[in-house]
């Protein structure tokens, strides 16, 4: 089955920016969806972006216009560049992969983002 492993987390002031990385392994179907989860404590998990294989990307309300997800299909990866980050992004950061009409079905184990002055 597919691996996820997010790298890229840490400690940022507001305003300042990041980037995530997520390298799939295992068998990746050619169409596969991935995309970006965060969850804060005491809140639900959120969808934050996702691209397809195509290159079509879709984000979260609270994200568009300071996100950007991209990915490489010649390293396996996924990449969440953050920019003019608010204290309210901070949360676990989830990569995950999906197909066009089933569940997110692969999961990493998360990366830490801490936006504080």
């Known amino acids: 089955q597919v691996k996820l492993v997010e790298s890229g987390g840490g400690l940022v002031q507001p305003g300042g920016s990041l980037r995530l990385s997520c390298v799939a392994s295992?068998?990746?179907?050619?169409?596969?969806?991935m995309g970006w989860y965060r969850q804060a404590p005491g809140k639900e998990r959120e969808l934050v972006a996702s691209?397809?294989?195509?290159?079509?990307?879709n984000y979260g309300d609270s994200v568009k216009g300071r996100f950007t997800i991209s990915r490489d299909d010649a390293k396996n990866t996924v990449y969440l560049q953050m920019n003019s980050l608010k204290p309210d992004d901070t949360a676990v950061y989830y990569c995950?992969?999906?197909?066009?009409?089933?569940?997110?079905?692969?999961w990493g184990q998360g990366t830490q983002v801490t936006v504080s002055s």
């Open positions: 295992g068998s990746v179907g050619s169409r596969v969806i």
């Open positions: 691209i397809t294989s195509d290159g079509s990307a």
């Open positions: 995950a992969t999906k197909t066009l009409y089933g569940p997110w079905s692969s």
